[in-house]
Nanobody, 124 residues
Framework: QVQLVESGGGLVQAGGSLRLSCAASGRPVNNYAIGWFRQAPGKEREYVAAINWSGSNTYYADSVKGRFTISRDDAKNTVYLQMSTLKPEDTAVYYC?????????????????WGQGTQVTVSS
């Protein structure tokens, strides 16, 4: 069984940067696309970014395009989310998940094996 563990969250000032990690254990995930989602208090979980199984294609929500970069290191069984120029509205719990179903990268319904999340707080 695959387990995903997010790390790297924290408190940062607006304009700052953080790098989140999503480490997989249990078995290799190099055959899976992986996505990042986030959920702010009182709001629904929303798609942030995704990377295909080979790392050749990346996808971003409009709200983070140009500021966030998703990448993967299959030798480490880890996916990263580099976040730059952070804004207070980026404050949320960030989750990673494996894309386990066909369909678009945006819908959380197409993902499974969710991690427990890591808190990102951006102060103004």
């Amino acid at each position: 069984q695959v387990q995903l563990v997010e790390s790297g969250g924290g408190l940062v000032q607006a304009g700052g940067s953080l790098r989140l990690s999503c480490a997989a254990s249990g078995r290799p995930v190099n055959n899976y696309a992986i996505g990042w989602f986030r959920q702010a208090p009182g709001k629904e979980r929303e798609y942030v970014a995704a990377i295909n199984w080979s790392g050749s294609n990346t996808y971003y929500a409009d709200s983070v395009k140009g500021r966030f970069t998703i990448s993967r290191d299959d030798a480490k069984n880890t996916v990263y989310l580099q976040m730059s120029t952070l804004k207070p509205e980026d404050t949320a719990v960030y989750y990673c998940a494996l894309k386990t179903a066909s369909g678009n990268y945006v819908s959380a319904d197409n993902y499974g094996h969710w991690g427990q999340g890591t808190q990102v707080t951006v102060s103004s």
